[in-house]
């Protein structure tokens, strides 16, 4: 199930906010957590049941794992010993499902071998709480909490709002709020603040990135006979549609969260206004950068080993990262590109020249906009072909801007599909780089006249366009 459908807005969100509060006539939070395993667990399987007995797998073992750990505090060998094997347990699972068939394919075109593919289908957010339970043996091990009830832990991981794409939370962000007395009743301020917040994601994702689908899908499908213009059209598009398309997802997840009294953490905060790539990351998937931060660079050395080993460390980070998006080479070029912008600015840092504000925002902005291309390409050729016609083009007709419009509807002049794309687009810069983002909406949030009128036109508008609605991208992670 995914957030912007019909059934997730009507039918299923309804059913649990009403039953969650319902059950906190009961004294005991245990009716609660329980009802709200059981609708979390509903929500994620709903597209495949077959995913279900992987998550609660993963959840038994990793549980018993911190048990374990947290048994035997004082002999620290056999709890290295366990902790390993939790490790070791989440790294098959993830590699299994999701990287099998890459590294078959890999061992067969270098071994000249013609090994099997399982064509395993991608369990929906395994990254994501894989990555989660990770984090929590860790801090079980630390000795930085304690392992609470099953029912609690299951909460933890399974929680809809956050479940498949994120944010990565940790074990004491969570659990101290589901425990709260307070936050056992409904709230009506939390409701109006989190529906407002729910909205405006849900519009970003409907309304505005999947209509930069539509546009972003025709160029990259159109390589051979794409121009410069329409070439940065496509990317700019794509730009653009992740962003919203994950910007949207982040304020529906928080939204959603919080009219459940829930609290989570911010995980997307105008990346694009970012004046370098070490800013970028700070804004954009803040969860996936602390949790890399956490458990990736800082264990290899982080910046305590002299320059050139904090150099390599970047790159082995950024490469993780890459492979974490997917299994692919062109995720992995696209993580090794920003290690080495990450790199390169330490390397400028040290000179002690800086750009201007304005033209170091371009600058990177520039970056994340090139390199998304390898992202969301299908193919290296594909991704080369898009960049050449940015830079070498073969032609510089404006008005090839305008086949990027069409989707097998709508059929208007190539001029006018040219004018509203261009518009469109240069509009959407403006709001990326100059408009208030959702945290400072949220922070001066008001129920007046105008933002009730506001957000139901919105909503009204999003629930027209409800019927085209796509996956999340980051669902695919």
Not at 183 to 207: C, E, S
Request: proline letters at 2%; one cysteine or more.
């Amino acid at each position: 199930m995914i957030f912007a459908s019909y059934e997730f807005i009507f039918i299923f969100f309804p059913i649990v906010i009403i039953g969650y509060f319902l059950f906190s006539k009961f004294r005991s939070f245990k009716f609660q957590h329980i009802f709200l395993v059981i609708a979390s667990l509903v929500f994620y399987s709903w597209f495949n049941i077959s995913y279900l007995w992987i998550i609660l797998i993963s959840i038994v073992i990793n549980y018993s794992v911190a048990i374990w750990m947290n048994r035997y505090t004082n002999n620290k060998s056999f709890r290295r010993f366990v902790f390993i094997l939790g490790i070791i347990f989440n790294i098959l699972l993830i590699g299994y499902f999701k990287y099998y068939d890459f590294f078959v394919q890999n061992i067969n075109y270098i071994l000249k071998e013609d090994f099997i593919l399982k064509n395993i289908i991608l369990p929906l957010g395994i990254s994501f709480f894989t990555f989660q339970q990770v984090s929590f043996l860790l801090s079980i091990y630390r000795k930085e909490e304690k392992v609470s009830g099953f029912l609690e832990y299951c909460l933890f991981v399974t929680f809809f709002p956050q479940l498949v794409a994120g944010p990565i939370v940790l074990y004491n962000e969570m659990t101290p709020q589901f425990k709260d007395y307070k936050k056992r009743y409904h709230n009506w301020g939390n409701l109006a603040i989190g529906l407002y917040i729910f909205i405006i994601g849900l519009f970003k994702k409907i309304v505005i990135a999947d209509t930069l689908a539509v546009w972003a899908n025709n160029g990259f499908d159109h390589m051979s006979t794409i121009g410069f213009f329409a070439a940065w059209a496509t990317a700019i598009a794509y730009t653009l549609q992740i962003y919203f398309d994950f910007s949207g997802y982040s304020d529906m997840a928080i939204g959603l969260a919080k009219m459940l009294n829930i609290d989570l953490p911010t995980n997307f905060n105008s990346p694009y206004k970012s004046k370098s790539i070490k800013e970028f990351w700070r804004r954009w998937h803040i969860t996936l950068s602390r949790a890399l931060s956490e458990y990736i660079y800082k264990p290899l050395g982080g910046s305590r080993k002299g320059e050139f080993r904090t150099y390599i460390t970047i790159i082995i980070t950024f490469f993780i990262s890459g492979l974490w998006h997917g299994a692919s080479w062109l995720f992995i070029l696209w993580g090794l590109l920003h290690g080495l912008a990450m790199v390169t600015q330490r390397i400028w840092n040290k000179t002690n020249l800086k750009f201007n504000q304005y033209f170091s925002v371009l600058l990177t902005f520039l970056f994340v906009n090139i390199t998304w291309v390898f992202f969301r390409a299908e193919t290296f050729e594909q991704a080369f072909k898009l960049i050449k016609s940015m830079v070498f083009p073969v032609s510089f007709n404006f008005l090839e801007i305008g086949l990027l419009f069409y989707d097998g509807l709508i059929n208007l002049p190539t001029t006018l599909c040219t004018i509203l794309i261009v518009v469109t687009l240069v509009s959407l810069l403006i709001v990326v780089f100059k408009a208030p983002n959702s945290l400072e909406f949220a922070e001066n949030f008001k129920t007046d006249r105008k933002t009730i009128y506001v957000t139901a036109v919105l909503f009204f508008i999003s629930i027209i366009c409800l019927s085209r609605v796509s996956a999340f991208i980051y669902f695919n992670f």
